[in-house]
């Protein structure tokens, strides 16, 4: 019977004739359509193996189609976050204002002075609008962008410390998301780590101590995506730049998460700002541009200009560099700081802002409008927004999410997710005592009808409606 399935699968030539598949084959090229055939038959193949039915051969030329759609499907694609999570790592972490979004459409579109002094007709820096906003902003003496906040590190550790001893507590030593180590940077960067302090208890002269003819470099972390509490000690900025006076040690700082708003105006922990390690007098500042910058993914050192100049002679300060759609869409991420709105134009802060009273009112209409579509009720539940992307661990905001019983659906809570995640945009929620909660706080005000088409085709799905 298995021989029987086997001998009459059709021929990759046979699928590739169809009159069902001659539109790719003229659109893609015959040569791509007999690899996805072949792939496609090779499947049917091992299914007969395993012990299933074969299929037919118009279930396998849709086989074909289905490779093709996935191959070709633009990516990443678009989804709605309704988690509740602000700076979801999974979901792209920021999403940009409508002014960086058209930027970077403008650099992209086609050309641009990325290099040009259109005064002199000579070339230029793609560095030089940018660095006079991030000075403006943080008080810095000179600045430079690259490709992500652990590239400007290793470039920062690179060219200030290579060969050299780099002293960092401890309780910093740390990793964050992807595995990214701070040990592991510093090998790479050619330096030799000096760890000082305890776990939870680190003081000046723990550095004092440890400063030899060949220390290159004293280096801060944040933690940012955990914290110690209790019985801690921990050196601050001022301490050691004064040590650092004395030794002739230059003081790096890792904020990590590029806050230039004070958090803590929001109900929340105060996060390490990259103004106060500059008043402080720290060497470099490092920090990430789509965290709680709410830009494009892109690393910013800040400091004093004999050690950005270092920076900017490396040679690896070309394989970092940050590109020109990123560039674009930072610059006009930065203007909404310089000019105080980024509370109304900057995504992140926006939800970060937004009161519990506005979120529930958000959440109460889907309620309405859900059950006026379908004649399912829903309700809508107390609910904490966390900060995410290695930003305020621990840190929440409260919130109101629209809940959806698991039991609406004959796939349970999971069931629905998954049927969430299947629309046109996807829709990401998650689960909660068995219902599946959907947050209004980091879904954008324009895509709330999407949100709720969602939910209404899972309820179809699901057999609720």
Request: aromatic share 4%.
């Amino acid at each position: 019977m298995r021989a029987e399935q086997l001998r009459n699968l059709p021929s990759v030539e046979r699928v590739v004739s169809y009159a069902a598949l001659a539109d790719l084959v003229e659109g893609y090229g015959r040569a791509w359509l007999v690899e996805l055939a072949r792939d496609a038959v090779g499947e049917a193949r091992q299914r007969v193996l395993a012990g299933g039915a074969a299929p037919s051969e118009v279930e396998v030329v849709e086989a074909v189609r289905g490779l093709l759609a996935d191959l070709v499907r633009p990516t990443p694609r678009p989804v709605i976050n309704a988690t509740g999570v602000i700076i979801h790592t999974n979901l792209g972490r920021a999403p940009l204002s409508d002014e960086a979004q058209r930027a970077a459409e403008n650099a992209a579109r086609g050309y641009s002075d990325l290099e040009i002094d259109l005064a002199t007709g000579r070339r230029g820096s793609r560095q030089a609008h940018l660095q006079s906003l991030l000075r403006k902003i943080t008080g810095a003496e000179a600045a430079l962008a690259v490709n992500n906040n652990a590239s400007a590190l290793l470039l920062g550790l690179s060219a200030l410390a290579a060969g050299r001893e780099v002293i960092v507590s401890r309780s910093e030593a740390i990793e964050i998301g992807g595995g990214f180590r701070i040990p592991d940077v510093l090998a790479q960067s050619g330096c030799t780590l000096v760890d000082v302090g305890t776990t939870n208890r680190t003081y000046v002269r723990d550095y004092a101590d440890a400063v030899t003819d060949k220390t290159g470099a004293f280096l801060k972390a944040h933690a940012s995506n955990f914290r110690v509490e209790g019985f801690t000690a921990v050196v601050g900025e001022r301490e050691l730049v004064e040590l650092g006076a004395q030794r002739g040690v230059p003081v790096l700082h890792d904020v990590g998460s590029g806050a230039l708003l004070p958090t803590e105006r929001y109900g929340l922990a105060h996060e390490p700002m990259p103004q106060e390690a500059i008043a402080a007098g720290v060497g470099l500042v490092f920090f990430s541009g789509d965290k709680l910058l709410g830009g494009p993914q892109a690393g910013i050192v800040v400091g004093k200009r004999e050690l950005v100049a270092r920076l900017e002679r490396h040679p690896l300060a070309r394989a970092v560099r940050i590109d020109k759609m990123s560039l674009a869409s930072l610059t006009a991420t930065l203007t909404h700081f310089l000019a105080g709105e980024a509370e109304r134009k900057v995504p992140v802060w926006r939800m970060i802002a937004a009161t519990a009273d506005e979120i529930r009112a958000r959440a109460e209409d889907w309620r309405g409008r859900v059950l006026a579509a379908t004649g399912v009720e829903t309700a809508v539940m107390p609910a904490q927004s966390a900060i995410g992307g290695g930003s305020l661990p621990g840190e929440t905001l409260e919130s109101w999410a629209l809940s959806v019983p698991g039991s609406l659906s004959r796939g349970g809570p999971e069931g629905l997710l998954s049927a969430l995640r299947e629309q046109e945009p996807p829709v990401i929620a998650r689960i909660e005592d068995d219902a599946v909660r959907l947050d209004p706080r980091t879904v954008l005000p324009s895509q709330d009808g999407s949100v709720l088409d969602a939910i209404g085709a899972a309820l179809r799905v699901g057999g609720a409606v």
